[in-house]
């Protein structure tokens, strides 16, 4: 029966719970990576393909040349010929229902005419780079890059030493007041930063952190989430080595820098992906706290994008694919670490 | 030609001030994009700081939402930027920098602004000079004369009433398969000028008031034709809150008959729909008190807590200067708020016959703009009239609750938003 | 080089360790964490109480008028509690109430597919690495990421109504009509984040005993029973972690929602943290009391229940003899 919710220990021959279980995952590919692969796709329609229905599978455009005489390119219909066969046409203008058609290989021949709903257009694969390239060019992507990098890997730094210090001390010393600590800080898990944003920046900008990267950084790095991810993991290291150590007279400090820090890297280590995946992602304290556009993060500068009147979805999606570029490389390569880095230290 | 402009105006602002020795005073803008305006505003500053070297401004293009939700806790918290380009205009008035004593040409302002000057006046003041429009919006429909040509129904007339195009549209729509018939922007500005039309006041004397008999008429009418299918809740429906909804892509897709949006969708309409369909704005349809849309649009503002007050002062005064206030308009296809330049025209960079003929149509429904609607836009706590009629509305449509109870809601809420803002 | 750099940071360290003593370190330790977390966290908190108990649209705290505790009575204003419509603050109280039907449902999906998921991860396949992987990419990305994805599959034109329209149905309106737009919510919201929860109840999974399956397939225990008996029991701490977490969460639920339907159509998926933010920032009028103090009664629902569930779990922790 049900045989699926237990494991099955290999060398059995296939059976149901097999297919099922191969039909699931492959559900699955599609499910989680569909979507993502379809917002790929999309970014490199031009403005008009995009609000085509039903929707190219690959990003398709009109076809369009260069005729003497006029200085943009002009779109190519075919149309259907009296003997039923059909030729590429040139349209050169419109008026009302009506086309006026040239042939592009003698483009000085006499005008054809054709009502519009008679003619197609013809199409070819075209890909819209210039979703990718007029926003970069607007703005200073190099500069927003840097930003975002900055942030990353400092508030990462930083979130790492004090959470892994804090949780150290939690998990391996009996002095009054920890309990306190530990629910002090595992009991605001609860509260979201998005109801407590008024009181956050103000303290912010009174204590001069406003509009620097620095404001970003600091006020969420002593992540609750952390410290108690670190102190569950550093519980399940055995106290024999520090004592082992105390008796060659190392400094408390060197226990935890020397010893117990690197056997805690696994844990560290999850701690850290999620640190770069939440700052890196991170979008409404960095809108709160930055407002000139040299401090602006990568997720900052994108958003200006979406206007008050409209959004404009071409480069909307182009910019989405930019943020989310760097993440899936990263994921690409250290995949394996990091599930299994979750997998076998995470929440024991 | 324009370098000759150019040169005249280099020549006349070198006459007014020494050469400049000191370090470069930076004046910082905090600017939203609709379309390419910061592109263009960042392309006419880089002349004025080449003819200004002890000035430089610094362009800061951010997204809309910190403009509406970020900008009003920096000004508070006395960190605003010298300069912001806002679309709340009253909102925080009594923070705004009087540039009257500080321009160079007082005169010029008052005879060309005239008309939009008292929009970012605080409340009480009526001789300042806070603010430079960038932008004059209408609200007013544009329709897709295609399908109307393609179903062999005229396109109603001038003067024709709400009533009169949403008949027509729904007959478009039903003979050529469109499948919204009227398509309306999510937002309680865009209701705002038909309600006048059919005789809403919005004030009782000087007091905000909302629901009244004109007012109900017209949301009447927008809840039936939910339900009748003239419009879609595609629109309306879509989401909740105060968000704003457009239907640019259903406009441009060919699936809306008419829709009641604003003229800056002109510049966005000829790109995507190019030549693809006959599209062009319409005179705003009438009802018994007017045929009104709502003007409304993004002024430039100072701020008082600003450390250089004369150069953000200069920094406006040139870009409301003639020659660069209508290269900027004729640019970005906006309306002009610059009475001189509306009477001259402004020589759009648009070739194509669609804008031409909607930006014609935009001027007329200017000429056409109702006092209730000037008024209207002028007071500084409008949004909170606009946003208790979108949020209600909106949940009648989704038939959460009846008409009549959302025009109770709405009047509550209107005495809970003045009340908090301390409105008596 | 390295050495003296690993010096330099231990010399400061075992200053302070002289001057103190050994006893007082672990507070240099807890200490930087506390300041940030003080300054930062707990402040806010405590201002945000303020907030709460002052009226006005002010932000500067100095400048907000004591009221008391008449923002708690506006918001609880009702005739009944369970029709939002008979309550002052109406939206306040839809919000309640559709950010409970959206827990229940999403933290049941939530947990269900990712034990499944995880079932069939624990199984000996090729691949396991990569499917694993898939599974937990969408965890990688921004909720604004997220919610922009599916807006573009999901709006009337996408591709799912292409898809539909293609198989010969009409069209639906997947973000316009209520029940529909509200069961998307919760869907987008389990496929984000379906993949670290996966990847939790996965490490229980593996940490199972064999030979205690070895054991009860030589019984010849039924499968169904050896996953009552066996799987579930010791996967237990894990799954509480699951569910402490995935309520938490599913509570705060902001970003992903507020892009992908704005709270619409009406006000069906307009949940909790949402309201607390519209107040508070994006209408003109930014009533910041009413918004506190209906954060504060957020946080102390979430409090409850995770005292609830923690002392659940201390006693799943005392029964399998830990």
Same mark, same amino acid.
């Given at each position: 029966m049900i045989r699926f919710l237990t494991r099955r220990r290999g060398g059995a021959r296939a059976d149901w719970t097999d297919w099922f279980s191969w039909a699931y995952l492959a559900l699955g590919v599609l499910v989680m990576f569909g979507p993502v692969l379809w917002l790929v796709l999309s970014s490199f329609k031009t403005q008009s393909a995009l609000q085509?229905?039903?929707? #190219? +599978?690959?990003p398709m455009g009109q076809k369009q040349v260069a005729v003497p005489g006029s200085d943009r390119p002009l779109p190519v219909f075919s149309l259907p010929q009296p003997d039923g066969t059909s030729v590429e046409r040139v349209m050169i203008r419109r008026v009302g229902l009506e086309g006026q058609f040239i042939d &592009?290989?003698? /483009?000085?021949r006499h005008v054809e005419r054709a009502r519009l709903a008679n003619v197609t257009p013809v199409r070819e694969m075209h890909f819209a780079i210039e979703n990718y390239i007029e926003p970069l060019r607007q703005f200073n992507f190099a500069r927003f890059l840097g930003n975002s990098l900055f942030v990353t890997i400092v508030a990462t730094a930083i979130t790492l030493l004090i959470n892994a210090m804090c949780a150290f001390a939690l998990s391996k010393y009996e002095f009054p007041g920890r309990n306190g600590i530990f629910l002090f800080i595992i009991s605001t898990?609860?509260?979201?930063i998005t109801v407590v944003l008024v009181p956050a920046f103000l303290i912010v900008t009174g204590l001069g952190?406003?509009? $620097?990267l620095w404001g970003v950084i600091l006020p %969420?790095?002593?992540t609750p989430t952390g410290v108690f991810l670190l102190r569950q993991y550093m +519980?399940?290291?055995?106290?024999e080595l520090m004592d082992a150590a105390r008796m060659d007279h190392a400094s408390e400090w060197r226990l935890f820098w020397r010893i117990i820090l690197p056997l805690a890297a696994p844990a560290l280590a999850v701690l850290a992906i999620f640190s770069v995946v939440w700052r890196w992602n991170d979008f409404l304290w960095p809108l709160i706290v930055l407002n000139r556009q040299e401090n602006f993060t990568l997720q900052l500068g994108l958003a200006a994008f979406q206007g008050e009147l409209q959004t404009q979805w071409h480069y909307l999606l182009a910019m989405t694919v930019v943020t989310l570029l760097p993440v899936t490389l990263v994921f690409a390569f250290l995949q394996k670490y990091i599930t299994t880095g979750i997998a076998s230290s995470g929440m024991k | 030609m324009r370098t000759l402009l150019r040169r005249a105006l280099l020549a006349g602002i070198a006459a007014v001030l /020494?050469? @400049?020795?000191h370090a470069a005073t930076e004046i910082r803008i905090m600017w939203y994009n609709d379309g390419n305006e910061g592109e263009v505003a960042r392309d006419l500053l880089n002349r004025f700081e080449a003819a200004n070297p002890d000035i430089k401004v610094v +362009?800061?293009?951010? %997204?809309y939402k910190m403009i509406t939700e970020n900008l009003p806790q920096l000004v508070s918290s006395g960190q @605003? &930027?010298?300069?912001a380009r806002i679309?709340?205009?009253?909102?925080?008035?009594?923070?705004?920098?009087?540039?009257g004593p500080l321009l160079k040409d007082r005169a010029y302002w008052e005879k060309n602004f005239a008309a939009v000057l008292?929009?970012?006046?605080?409340?009480?003041?009526?001789?300042?000079i806070f603010g430079l429009m960038t932008q004059l919006t209408v609200t007013m429909p544009i329709v897709n004369e295609t399908l109307f040509q393609q179903a062999g129904i005229p396109l109603p007339g001038p003067k024709a009433t709400w009533q009169e195009w949403a008949i027509a549209a729904k007959a478009v729509a039903q003979k050529t398969?469109? %499948?919204?018939p009227i398509a309306m922007d999510r937002s309680g500005h865009r209701m705002a000028g038909p309600a006048i039309s059919m005789g809403?006041?919005?004030?009782d004397g000087d007091t905000p008031a909302l629901v009244d008999d004109g007012f109900k008429v017209m949301t009447k009418l927008l809840y039936d034709w939910h339900r009748d299918g003239t419009? #879609?809740?595609?629109?309306?429906? $879509?989401?909740?809150?105060?968000a704003y909804r457009g239907a640019n892509e259903e406009f441009a897709n060919g699936q809306v008959v008419l829709y009641f949006s604003g003229n800056w969708q002109f510049p966005q309409f000829a790109k995507t729909i190019g030549d693809g369909f006959d599209w062009h704005g319409v005179n705003n349809p009438c009802g018994p008190a007017a045929c009104t849309g709502m003007p409304g649009g993004a002024a430039l503002v100072a701020y008082? #807590?600003?450390?250089h007050p004369a150069e953000a002062a200069r920094v406006l005064d040139y870009l409301a200067s003639e020659p660069v206030y209508a290269e900027f308009h004729a640019r970005t296809l906006f309306l002009t708020a610059h009475a001189g330049l509306a009477a001259k025209g402004i020589a759009y960079k648009a070739d194509m016959p669609q804008v031409r003929k909607s930006l014609e149509a935009a001027a007329a429904n200017v000429l056409a703009l109702s006092p209730v609607a000037y008024k209207l836009q002028g007071y500084a706590r409008n949004r909170i009239l606009f946003n208790a009629l979108t949020v209600r509305l909106n949940q009648a449509i989704a038939g959460e609750m009846s008409l009549d109870d959302a025009w109770g809601r709405m009047t509550s809420d209107v005495a809970d938003g003045l009340k908090a803002a301390g409105v008596k | 080089m390295i050495t003296t750099l690993a010096r330099l940071i231990d010399a400061p360290f075992d200053a302070l360790q002289r001057r103190f003593g050994a006893a007082r370190m672990p507070y240099v330790f807890v200490a930087p964490n506390l300041l940030v977390f003080g300054i930062f966290v707990a402040a806010p908190m405590i201002l945000n109480v303020w907030y709460a108990i002052t009226g006005g649209t002010q932000f500067m705290p100095a400048d907000r008028p004591y009221v008391g505790a008449s923002n708690f009575a506006e918001l609880l204003d009702?005739?009944?509690?369970?029709?939002?419509?008979?309550?002052?603050q109406d939206r306040f109280w839809r919000a309640v109430a559709n950010t409970s039907w959206f827990v229940a449902f999403q933290v049941i999906g939530l947990v269900a597919i990712s034990l499944l998921t995880a079932l069939i991860l624990n199984r000996?396949? &090729?691949?396991r690495g990569f499917f694993r992987a898939v599974f937990f990419y %969408?965890?990688?990305? #921004?909720p604004v990421v997220v919610a922009l994805i599916w807006k573009w599959i999901l709006q009337p034109d996408g591709v799912l109504n292409a898809i539909v329209v293609g198989s010969g149905g009409a069209r639906v309106p997947f973000l316009l009509d209520p029940g529909w737009a509200f069961s998307w919510t919760i869907v987008v919201s389990i496929w984000a984040h379906m993949g670290f929860y996966t990847l939790i109840l996965l490490a229980g999974l593996q940490a199972i005993p064999a030979d205690l399956y070895e054991a009860a397939e030589m019984d010849g225990t039924p499968h169904v029973r050896v996953f009552w008996r066996i799987t579930l029991p010791l996967l237990m701490p894990n799954m509480l972690v699951v569910l402490v977490l995935a309520l938490i969460r599913a509570v705060q639920s902001f970003d992903e929602i507020f892009v992908l339907t704005g709270g619409g159509p009406g006000t069906a998926t307009q949940y909790i943290v949402q309201y607390i933010y519209e107040t508070a920032f994006?209408?003109?009028?930014?009533?910041l009391g009413l918004a506190a103090t209906a954060s504060m009664l957020v946080g102390g629902v979430l409090l409850v229940l995770t005292l609830l569930q923690l002392a659940a779990s201390a006693r799943a922790r005392g029964e399998a003899g830990r």
């Open positions: 085509e229905f039903p929707p #190219s +599978l690959w &592009p290989a003698d /483009p000085a898990l609860m509260i979201p952190l406003g509009n $620097s %969420p790095a002593a +519980l399940t290291i055995p106290d | /020494p050469m @400049a020795a +362009l800061d293009q951010v %997204p @605003a &930027p010298d300069i679309t709340d205009l009253g909102g925080q008035a009594d923070q705004y920098l009087d540039l008292p929009w970012t006046r605080p409340a009480g003041n009526t001789t300042g398969g469109a %499948p919204i809403a006041k919005f004030f419009m #879609s809740k595609q629109i309306w429906g $879509s989401v909740g809150g105060t008082k #807590s600003t450390k | 009702c005739t009944n509690h369970f029709i939002p419509a008979t309550c002052k000996r396949m &090729p691949w %969408p965890v990688l990305l #921004s994006a209408n003109q009028t930014h009533i």
